[in-house]
C-alpha cells in the first residue's frame, strides 16, 4: 500500500509512564511546542518515516491510527505525554518505542546544514578519498549521539554523526561523505 503524503519524524516514544496511559516522548524536534500541544495530533511510525499501522490491529493495513494529545508536560528532557488512543498502561506498553510522524509539509523545512534524520536511510557513505563505503541501514540514539548502522562487504560499522567524522550530506546525490583519517574504516 502506498503512502501519499510524506512524513516526517518528531519523537519516539520510549516507555509507559504510570498507570493511566502516559508515555514518555524522546523529542526529536525543534518545535515541540507545536507538536505536542493539547490537541495536536501526530501519526505513529517508523525510523523510515512510513506510518505504522496500529499495533492492535497489524494486519489490517487500513488500521493507521492518529494520536491526539491530550495533554503533555516536560519530563527529563523530553515530555510526558497523554494520547487519547492510550487509555491506560496496557495499551501505552503497545506503542514503546514508535516514531512519532507529523505530515512533511506541516513542519518547518531544514537548514542547508540540516537532515532529517529518516532521509538518511537507504544513503550511499563515500570517504573523503572517493572510496565507497556502503550503505546507511539504520539510526540508533546512543547516549553519546546519533550514530549511523553502515553495511559493508566487510560486516557492519557504527559511524558517530558528528562533524568531525561526518563531513557533508548530499540530499541530492543521496550520499553521505566521511572523513577516511577517522580510523573507522581500515
Not at 505504522?52 to 487500513?62: E, M, T, V, W, Y
Not at 508536560?73 to 512519532?100: H, I, N
Not at 557513505?125 to 550514530?147: F, M, R, W
Request: with cysteine; charged share 30%.
Amino acid at each position: 500500500m502506498m503512502q501519499d503524503k510524506a512524513f516526517a519524524i518528531v519523537g519516539r516514544i520510549r516507555k509507559p509512564q504510570g498507570i493511566r496511559g502516559e508515555v514518555t516522548v524522546e523529542l526529536l524536534t525543534d518545535e515541540p511546542e507545536r507538536f505536542f500541544a493539547p490537541g495536536s495530533r501526530v501519526f505513529a511510525g517508523t525510523i523510515t518515516g512510513d506510518i505504522a499501522n496500529h499495533p492492535a490491529d497489524r494486519k489490517n493495513l487500513l488500521s493507521r491510527q492518529e494520536l491526539r494529545v491530550e495533554q503533555a508536560s516536560p519530563y527529563r528532557g523530553g515530555l510526558v505525554v497523554k494520547f487519547d488512543a492510550m487509555p491506560d498502561r496496557t495499551a501505552a506498553e503497545m506503542w514503546r518505542q514508535r516514531y512519532l510522524l507529523v505530515p512533511a509539509d506541516e513542519i518547518t523545512p531544514p537548514a542547508d546544514n540540516e537532515v532529517f534524520m529518516h532521509d538518511l536511510i537507504g544513503m550511499h557513505v563515500c570517504g573523503d578519498d572517493g572510496t565507497e563505503i556502503g550503505e546507511v541501514t539504520g539510526l540508533y540514539e546512543l547516549p553519546q549521539g546519533l550514530t549511523l548502522e553502515v553495511k559493508r562487504e566487510g560486516g557492519d560499522v557504527l559511524v558517530p554523526y558528528r562533524p568531525s567524522v561526518v563531513r557533508e550530506v548530499d540530499l541530492d546525490q543521496r550520499i553521505v561523505l566521511v572523513e577516511m583519517s577517522s580510523g573507522l574504516f581500515e
